[in-house]
């Protein structure tokens, strides 16, 4: 639109969580051509703590939803395993959004302790973890990705690429 929108405001009621709990530091957002946005927020208030005082949201205007908060089941990783922080979200075209978070929780070391995540395919869904297997690299694992770079990125189709270094099968 030919207007400014709010999208969010720090100290106001960060959009899909209980009342109470506001926008604390907002982080650049990613942008595209449809008025979509998506970013990186703390959160402060009523029960928020270290667990749980951050998120990803994207929408349009002011109109944005919560993606993923820190403290939540990490998608597509098993029960126990946490969102405990995030890289800045990329947005495409069609606004899905995909992400570098790092993890918590039960099985998680050093070695597993980061990944990717897209809403390429229409549902926010684990593309990459440290310790899986590389997609297309038999007998090689996704060792760190490359958190220098734009990673990740997705296109228009909601094709989601990303920098990793790999390492052999032990």
Do not use: C
Not at 28 to 45: D, I, S, Y
Request: without cysteine; charged residues 10%.
């Amino acid at each position: 639109s030919a207007n400014l929108d709010l999208v969010a405001r720090e100290g106001s009621q960060a959009h899909g969580t209980l009342i109470g709990v506001n926008y604390g530091d907002l982080f650049p957002p990613a942008l595209n051509a449809a008025n979509q946005t998506a970013f990186v927020a703390r959160l402060a208030g009523s029960g928020v703590d270290g667990t749980n005082d951050g998120g990803i949201w994207s929408g349009e205007g002011g109109n944005v939803d919560l993606v993923a908060r820190k403290g939540s089941q990490a998608a597509g990783t098993p029960s126990g395993v946490n969102y405990s922080g995030f890289g800045n979200p990329v947005l495409n075209a069609a606004g899905q959004t995909a992400f570098m978070a790092s993890l918590s929780g039960v099985g998680v070391s050093s070695s597993n302790d980061t990944g990717i995540w897209s809403e390429g395919s229409g549902n926010l869904n684990l593309v990459a973890r440290e310790g899986m297997q590389a997609p297309g690299a038999e007998g090689y694992v996704n060792d760190t990705f490359d958190v220098l770079g734009p990673t990740p990125v997705i296109n228009a189709a909601g094709q989601t690429a990303f920098r990793a270094f790999l390492r052999g099968f032990i």
